[in-house]
T-cell receptor, first 116, second 114 residues
């Protein structure tokens, strides 16, 4: 168990640029989540994958955001035309299992995005 | 929508003492799960303890225990014999099988003083 890996750890970009983050979940975990966390807040759910299928998207995920998990392994989160309000920590989490939420989420260290 | 409320933005405890962090939630589900996660500064979030709503017995993990009051929709975390390494943000989270995601509270920052 090497843990959930996220890259890059930090990203500074200018407003209007596109950015892409990568998440490598724990290898046997078929469920993958993206969360966003701003300063002083708890993580807010963005989207969820079961294998390669994106099963749920939050209303927080505007048209500028897109997430993929093409082979059911790693996932990418892309933000197009970044805005200053996109500055946040983007967390990826994964978990195993077929059914219940009883199996805990394993979080990565996150990617901190700063939009200038 | 399910909401999770943590009414204590900050708490402080002396080393070796006991502290209780509060959490309330709102749901119409009868079956669900509750979690406490710990997020140390600049480090990843890790699970502290979890509770299934159908279980009446309060969960315990070493120095960490919960007081789950289903009727009151309350889920507090008690940390006994506090250690310096317990200093972190603590997040309460709710999840139900009718949905996919966990909903988190805003967190409580715990300071442990020597």
């Amino acid at each position: 168990d090497t843990g959930v890996s996220q890259n890059p750890r930090h990203k500074i970009t200018k407003r209007g640029q596109n950015v892409t983050f990568r998440c490598d979940p724990i290898s046997e975990h078929n469920r993958l989540y993206w969360y966003r966390q701003t300063l002083g807040q708890g993580p807010e759910f963005l989207t969820y994958f079961q294998n390669e299928a994106q099963l749920e998207k939050s209303r927080l995920l505007s048209d500028r955001f897109s997430a993929e998990r093409p082979k059911g392994s790693f996932s990418t989160l892309e933000i197009q035309r970044t805005e200053q309000g996109d500055s946040a920590m983007y967390l990826c989490a994964s978990r195993p299992g077929q059914g219940t939420l009883n199996s805990p989420l394993h979080f990565g260290n996150g990617t901190r995005l700063t939009v200038t | 929508a399910q909401t999770v409320t943590q009414s204590q933005p900050e708490m402080s405890v002396q080393e070796a003492e006991t502290v209780t962090l509060s959490c309330t939630y709102d749901t119409s589900e009868s079956d669900y799960y509750l979690f406490w996660y710990k997020q140390p500064p600049s480090r990843q979030m890790i699970l502290v303890i979890r509770q299934e709503a159908y279980k009446q017995q309060n969960a315990t993990e070493n120095r960490f225990s919960v007081n789950f009051q289903k009727a009151a929709k309350s889920f507090s975390l008690k940390i006994s014999d506090s250690q310096l390494g317990d200093a972190a943000m603590y997040f309460c989270a709710y999840g139900a099988d009718s949905g996919y995601a966990l909903n988190f509270g805003k967190g409580t920052s715990l300071l442990v003083t020597p």
